[in-house]
């Protein structure tokens, strides 16, 4: 391996890393991919290498690896037995929140640091271990230059209209306002475009990233103009273990008549809802799609409805549509997810080919389609890489 570039993406209980050489050019070449997880509970590393075969499988107690830090070295441990000899250039990490003025990567200085610290109220369960895996770079590493991409830069784009909330406008300048996420699975879906489907990068696109978090982005000239999630990831589709959108009359009505604390109502929110609440049995969409019972076929409805309903919206900020575009675990991996979808969708001008869409082929629509649907697969690990590449300028 020549140079390296290590990307982080820290959790609240995992920390998954993946390493790409920098070849000539600066093209990027994934050598490596896994993650840390259980921390605080049962920690594990499990890694591949770049052709996929298994690198390692870990397992220690509870104290050896109990946070980020550790972590941290246990993967230091392994690349170092893995490509000894090679250095690392520099470490790109995703970060949840830019807060209202960040609309690009951010090289990691002290101050920096002090700016990213004030988001931390805007994303609690998030941000603060997106800084712990920051710092502890720092501290085993010092010399090496760490990059900041944003889930939340790419969405910067939209217009004040957009970001709005109908509060009392002070509460838009104190920081309430839509930022959207997922930032960086749009911005590489829209890199993407004009390789896999020029017909339609510059066009009005409407992108569904459906994975355990799940949202939708409307697209113009590959630029964001309106997505589903809001102040929180917890707008907008339904999710795993997210109920998405909801009257805040709902939370009003849990906090003052049902005598919920607001750390109960945070935990239903973030834990609770979703497919899994809604089903009762799980919240992966495959575990639902076998199930027979009627809650699962339920929740799925339900999750397709809600897709529906936010697809004309979008829809109608962008003017009409010229193609959807489906990615992440179930929108990249579900036949029956994108066919239900597109079914409801036939009267955007959606005609969905079967037979595509069983293979996942990347065009899923018919030749005729009016409206044309893709699959697209995401790559959240490459666009931090290729963002950290170009800041540090290899
Ligand atoms: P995240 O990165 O947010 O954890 P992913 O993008 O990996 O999530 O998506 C996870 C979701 O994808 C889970 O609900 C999982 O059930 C679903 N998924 C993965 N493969 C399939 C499949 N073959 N069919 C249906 N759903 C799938």
């Given at each position: 391996?020549?140079?390296?570039?290590?990307?982080?993406?820290?959790?609240?209980?995992?920390?998954?890393?993946?390493?790409?050489?920098?070849?000539?050019?600066?093209?990027?070449?994934?050598?490596?991919?896994?993650?840390?997880?259980?921390?605080?509970?049962?920690?594990?590393?499990?890694?591949?290498?770049?052709?996929?075969?298994?690198?390692?499988?870990?397992?220690?107690?509870?104290?050896?690896?109990?946070?980020?830090?550790?972590?941290?070295?246990?993967?230091?441990?392994?690349?170092?037995?893995?490509?000894?000899?090679?250095?690392?250039?520099?470490?790109?990490?995703?970060?949840?929140?830019?807060?209202?003025?960040?609309?690009?990567?951010?090289?990691?200085?002290?101050?920096?640091?002090?700016?990213?610290?004030?988001?931390?109220?805007?994303?609690?369960?998030?941000?603060?271990?997106?800084?712990?895996?920051?710092?502890?770079?720092?501290?085993?590493?010092?010399?090496?230059?760490?990059?900041?991409?944003?889930?939340?830069?790419?969405?910067?784009?939209?217009?004040?209209?957009?970001?709005?909330?109908?509060?009392?406008?002070?509460?838009?300048?104190?920081?309430?306002?839509?930022?959207?996420?997922?930032?960086?699975?749009?911005?590489?879906?829209?890199?993407?475009?004009?390789?896999?489907?020029?017909?339609?990068?510059?066009g009005r696109v409407v992108v569904a990233h459906l994975g355990s978090g799940a949202s939708m982005c409307a697209m113009h000239h590959g630029r964001s103009v309106g997505s589903s999630m809001g102040f929180t990831a917890l707008d907008g589709l339904l999710m795993g273990t997210r109920p998405g959108n909801l009257?805040?009359?709902?939370?009003?009505?849990?906090?003052?008549?049902?005598?919920?604390?607001?750390?109960?109502?945070?935990?239903?929110?973030?834990?609770?809802?979703?497919?899994?609440?809604?089903?009762?049995?799980?919240?992966?969409?495959?575990?639902?799609?076998?199930?027979?019972?009627?809650?699962?076929?339920?929740?799925?409805?339900?999750?397709?409805?809600?897709?529906?309903?936010?697809?004309?919206?979008?829809?109608?900020?962008?003017?009409?549509?010229?193609?959807?575009?489906?990615?992440?675990?179930?929108?990249?991996?579900?036949?029956?997810?994108?066919?239900?979808?597109?079914?409801?969708?036939?009267?955007?001008?959606?005609?969905?080919?079967?037979?595509?869409?069983?293979?996942?082929?990347?065009?899923?629509?018919?030749?005729?389609?009016?409206?044309?649907?893709?699959?697209?697969?995401?790559?959240?690990?490459?666009?931090?890489?290729?963002?950290?590449?170009?800041?540090?300028?290899?």
């Open positions: 391996m020549g140079q390296g570039i290590l990307v982080l993406n820290a959790g609240s209980s995992s920390l998954k890393f993946s390493v790409f050489e920098v070849g000539a050019g600066g093209a990027l070449q994934a050598m490596a991919v896994g993650q840390v997880e259980g921390l605080g509970t049962a920690p594990r590393l499990k890694a591949k290498g770049a052709d996929g075969g298994v690198i390692a499988d870990q397992s220690w107690t509870t104290s050896d690896v109990a946070n980020h830090g550790q972590a941290l070295q246990e993967i230091a441990t392994l690349l170092r037995s893995r490509f000894s000899g090679q250095e690392l250039a520099g470490v790109g990490h995703r970060v949840v929140h830019g807060g209202p003025n960040y609309s690009a990567p951010l090289l990691i200085t002290p101050e920096a640091m002090d700016t990213l610290e004030t988001f931390v109220p805007l994303a609690p369960l998030h941000q603060p271990h997106n800084l712990a895996a920051i710092r502890a770079v720092q501290e085993a590493r010092p010399e090496l230059p760490q990059v900041a991409c944003f889930d939340t830069a790419f969405h910067r784009t939209q217009d004040e209209v957009a970001q709005l909330y109908g509060l009392p406008y002070e509460y838009f300048e104190r920081g309430i306002r839509r930022y959207g996420f997922h930032g960086l699975s749009y911005e590489y879906i829209a890199a993407t475009l004009p390789e896999v489907a020029p017909e339609i990068a510059a009257d805040p009359g709902i939370i009003l009505y849990l906090l003052q008549q049902e005598g919920m604390s607001a750390r109960d109502v945070e935990n239903m929110l973030y834990k609770r809802s979703g497919l899994l609440g809604l089903s009762g049995i799980g919240n992966d969409m495959r575990v639902l799609q076998e199930s027979d019972a009627p809650r699962a076929r339920l929740a799925i409805d339900h999750f397709v409805y809600r897709i529906s309903r936010e697809l004309g919206g979008l829809a109608a900020v962008l003017g009409g549509i010229d193609a959807f575009v489906f990615t992440a675990g179930i929108g990249e991996n579900s036949a029956h997810i994108r066919r239900l979808v597109c079914e409801q969708a036939k009267w955007l001008g959606i005609d969905l080919d079967a037979a595509a869409n069983e293979q996942a082929g990347q065009r899923i629509s018919s030749v005729g389609s009016k409206v044309s649907a893709w699959v697209v697969p995401t790559n959240e690990e490459l666009m931090i890489a290729r963002h950290t590449c170009k800041l540090l300028g290899l």
